[in-house]
């Protein structure tokens, strides 16, 4: 949730008629979080919203069950998900979850195919890294264009439909399952972002709004998927969602492109904590990006070995040298569990000294609950990666 925007055509006040040139009454919508007492956006629709008729679900992803979450040894742990096989598909359909716990959910996907309903994530919402790859989100609110390293949040509840384009595509997807938000020590007291925050409010892509609008004039997208308790829904519209002739609030889509994060460095090794993006509950969201390296002439730039003994460690590699760890590459998934110390491999420590900057790009969450790996997680894993420690 950002700042306030307002596009097309509203009523001076909340809850009061909108008609349109012939006097034909717009249908309002509220998009509330927290129930009515935290961030919402109000719709107004061309027709009634909500007439949608029960169908049966023909789109989704496998969902991580209980068991998945099989009891296995304490070790540090690296996954190659540049090695699974893409399903191909639809982005509602190419979901891989890969890591899990009851906050979050972390996968990859693969998409080759537009979304061909629109879906709602009634559990969570779902913020997407673009490793490789582009295309463009429909939303009942506008269009959010996004590309190659940019994160793309999608609210919970919003419907939606992914476009990607054209090439290979590569999506880092977070399920946020209990919330989602900038962290608050980047606000000020009326919630605008501080100018010593990492970023700005101008560093992220907000919708476009075309005003209500078809994808084709001849045959509107009616079906809906909505996910909610682990399960998907279907629904069928009588008339396109995205029929909205305007719309005010703080719940939206964005796109915000990582290397837009203003790295923050210090006289010697900072934690990671620094490079919180994000944050959600039992979660937090940093990026890595290329920045100069500490400046004290004896610093050691490279991560120094600790025991997070409340955290699970999970990092995505994206781009870049990544000087701490040997084995892993672009698209490779580190998962290091709380209760064992964890640090760089043989060398990097001492060989860190006197480097004076890093190109990597990462993603990392820190999470308060342990991860649990699913089958097709376990099928990727570099078995001798803890040993390659010694």
């Known amino acids: 949730m950002l700042d306030r925007m307002t596009f097309g055509t509203v009523p001076d006040k909340p809850h009061t008629a909108l008609r349109d040139a012939a006097g034909k009454l717009r249908h309002e919508e509220c998009l509330t979080r927290e129930g009515f007492d935290g961030p919402y956006t109000i719709l107004y629709h061309e027709q009634r919203p909500h007439t949608a008729a029960l169908a049966e679900a023909t789109h989704g992803w496998e969902v991580p069950q209980a068991s998945d979450a099989e009891s296995r040894p304490l070790a540090r742990r690296h996954y190659r998900a ?29 998409p080759d195919a537009p979304d061909p309903v629109y879906f709602a994530n009634g559990d969570g919402d779902d913020l997407f890294f673009i490793h490789e790859g582009g295309g463009t989100l429909l939303t009942p609110l506008g269009d959010v264009t996004f590309g190659q390293n940019d994160y793309v949040f999608v609210p919970k509840g919003l419907l939606h439909r992914f476009v990607p384009s054209r090439g290979a595509q590569r999506w880092l997807s977070i399920e946020c399952r209990a919330g989602f938000a900038l962290p608050r020590q980047y606000r000020n007291d009326v919630g605008q972002l501080r ?50 002739v305007g719309w005010d609030g703080t719940v939206y889509p964005w796109a915000f492109n990582i290397l837009r994060f203003q790295p923050r460095v210090g006289l010697v090794h900072l934690p990671p904590t620094i490079h919180a993006t994000f944050a959600a509950r039992g979660a937090l969201i940093c990026s890595f990006v290329p920045r100069p390296l500490d400046f004290h002439p004896d610093a050691i730039p490279c991560p120094y070995p600790h025991s997070s003994v409340d955290c699970d460690e999970f990092i995505f590699y994206a781009a870049g040298d990544f000087t701490s760890r040997r084995g892993v590459g672009p698209g490779s998934i580190s998962h ?12 990097a420590y001492e060989g860190s000294i006197g480097a004076r900057a890093t190109n990597e790009v990462a993603v990392m969450l820190d999470t308060i609950k342990p991860l649990s790996a699913t ?11 803890h040993a390659s420690f010694v």
């Open 82 to 110: 540049q090695d699974l096989e893409p399903h191909g598909g639809s982005p509602l359909d190419a979901r891989v979850p890969l890591l899990f716990n009851e906050d979050v959910v972390l996968g990859v996907l693969h």
């Open 195 to 244: 100018m010593d925050a990492p970023y700005g409010h101008r560093d992220f892509r907000r919708p476009v709004f075309p005003g209500a609008a078809e994808e084709a004039a001849d045959a509107p997208v009616l079906d809906v998927v909505v996910k909610r308790g682990g399960a998907f829904h279907g629904f069928r519209a009588d008339h396109s969602p995205r029929d909205v």
């Open 336 to 347: 290091h569990p709380a209760g064992i110390i964890h640090g760089p491999h043989p060398g």
């Open 375 to 385: 089958a097709a997680c376990r099928a990727i894993e570099d078995a001798g990666y």
